[in-house]
């Protein structure tokens, strides 16, 4: 099945560096969502983009609807210790059906 | 508290023997969906369901069934589990499986089969 392309798959970084992530693909989705996953949890609704060329701020997370509708990214200001998590990006294809394509994660892990 | 609630949370069993594990919504929503989480994956779609008695397959149906008979409830069945299906699995649950709806997850069930 199609899958998004995000990365990058991993990143480390020092508390208070700014993150960016992104995700694209060959084919056009009407919606873009970010999830956050922790261990032994399910993933959590960060922010959802609806429209193209829509930019969405949820507190340090500010995530982008790419113009052409095949790419979007995330970006994580001032990083804090609790914002270690995988983030997913997810599409909604354009074909009735809430069908949900998911990226292959980002792994954030943070140094104190 | 709204929440989309799976059991059971892990289980390790065998080859052939058929399990069932559960979902539940209490939110009336009317879209329910399965997914399976593999490392390098991502979650990918086993099945969803728009509705009571509608269901469809999603990317990765084979080897598995489900059914809807109650708005609250989508159980995952696997008739004869095979190794390739030790995975962590989710359940998700929107008000109408709309655009502007995104899916709420429950807590994951991992599976393991010998």
């Known amino acids: 099945g199609q899958q998004l392309n995000q990365s990058p798959q991993s990143m480390f970084i020092q508390e208070g560096e700014d993150v960016s992530m992104n995700c694209t693909s060959s084919?056009?989705?009407?919606?873009w969502l970010w999830y956050k996953q922790e261990p032994g949890e399910g993933p959590v609704l960060l922010i959802a983009?609806?429209?193209?060329?829509e930019l969405t701020s949820n507190g340090r997370l500010t995530a982008q609807f790419g113009i052409t509708r095949k790419d979007s990214f995330l970006n994580i200001s001032a990083s804090i210790p609790s914002d270690v998590g995988i983030y997913f990006c997810?599409?909604?294809?354009?074909?009735?059906?809430?069908?949900?394509?998911f990226g292959q994660g980002t792994r954030l892990t943070i140094n104190p | 508290e709204a929440q989309v609630t799976q059991n059971p949370r892990y289980l390790i069993t065998v080859t052939g023997k058929k399990l069932t594990v559960t979902c539940s919504q209490n939110?009336?929503?009317?879209?329910m969906s399965w997914y399976r989480q593999d490392p390098g994956l991502g979650l990918r779609q086993i099945y969803y369901?728009?509705?009571?008695?509608?269901?469809d397959k999603g990317d990765v149906p084979e080897g598995y069934k489900v059914s809807r008979k109650e708005k609250r409830n989508f159980p995952l069945i696997l008739e004869s589990p095979s190794p390739n299906q030790t995975s962590l699995y989710f359940c998700?649950?929107?008000?109408?499986?709309?655009?502007?709806?995104?899916?709420?997850f429950g807590d994951g069930t991992r599976l393991s089969i010998l």
């Open positions: 998700a649950s929107s008000w109408d499986g709309g655009d502007n709806q995104p899916q709420h």
């Open positions: 939110m009336n929503h009317e879209y």
């Open positions: 369901s728009m509705n009571v008695e509608v269901t």
């Open positions: 997810a599409g909604l294809r354009p074909q009735g059906a809430q069908k949900l394509v």
């Open positions: 983009l609806y429209k193209a060329g």
């Open positions: 084919s056009i989705f009407n919606t």
